[in-house]
């Protein structure tokens, strides 16, 4: 009788599998996996194409940012949000991936995983028309399609409700988005200098300028 209460109060997760484990450990292969593979991926042949190497050490530092800037936005809404999980809320989580993992229920709203994958995503795009890229409409299919599906399955994993996923693709855009047009009006201006480190060695970038 609770439970039918409940499915009336609450609209269920109707993207959820029977069996959504699976679709959870896949969904991880395209949030973390395969979308910054591509953003990466992009950046570097850009560069080499483009005949400016040192992009691909710049573009990779911003790429790197924007996602640790996204990632601190993440924590901060799940500590102070906790929103139940829909699999723990329909008392399902024996069946996900979260199944041995309790301290996992309340950490819903939003979706890390797909905040990362669309912060990847418009990153790499973005950096990429910024460039002036060739194949920079490529890098905004390849990983915008690789965000979009991994961001589903974590539905389909039983792990988010559409709101936590709908909330952190809109974040992640924002900040792939935001921060490569924020740091190329500062290097346009002569107020930003992003520049790989000429000791041969030391790895890494060099950032200056006024901030």
């Known amino acids: 009788m609770s439970a039918t209460i409940r499915t009336l109060v609450r609209p269920s997760n109707v993207f959820a599998l029977n069996k959504p484990k699976t679709a959870g450990l896949v969904s991880h292969v395209f949030t973390i996996g395969l979308t910054p593979a ?20 710049s ?45 996992e229920e309340f950490i819903s709203f939003y979706s890390g995983d797909t905040t990362w994958a669309f912060t990847l995503a418009a990153t790499g795009t973005t950096l990429a028309y910024l460039r002036g890229y060739k194949h920079a409409r490529w890098v905004a299919v390849s990983t915008g399609s690789l965000a979009f599906i991994g961001s589903f399955l974590r539905m389909s994993a039983d792990m988010h409700w559409m709101t936590d996923v709908l909330v952190g693709a809109g974040v992640g855009t924002a900040v792939g988005v935001g921060l490569p047009l924020a740091l190329h009006r500062r290097e346009a201006s002569g107020g930003l200098s992003i520049t790989p480190k000429s000791d041969p060695g030391e790895a890494g970038v060099a950032i200056s300028g006024r901030f």
């Open 38 to 57: 591509a953003a990466f991926t992009g950046s570097i042949l850009g560069a080499v194409q483009a005949k400016h190497g040192g992009y691909a050490a």
């Open 59 to 103: 573009d990779a530092a911003i790429i790197v940012n924007a996602f640790m800037l996204s990632t601190g936005f993440n924590s901060i809404a799940k500590v102070s949000g906790k929103r139940q999980r829909p699999a723990f809320y329909y008392d399902r989580q024996h069946l996900t991936e979260a199944a041995h993992h309790p301290d």
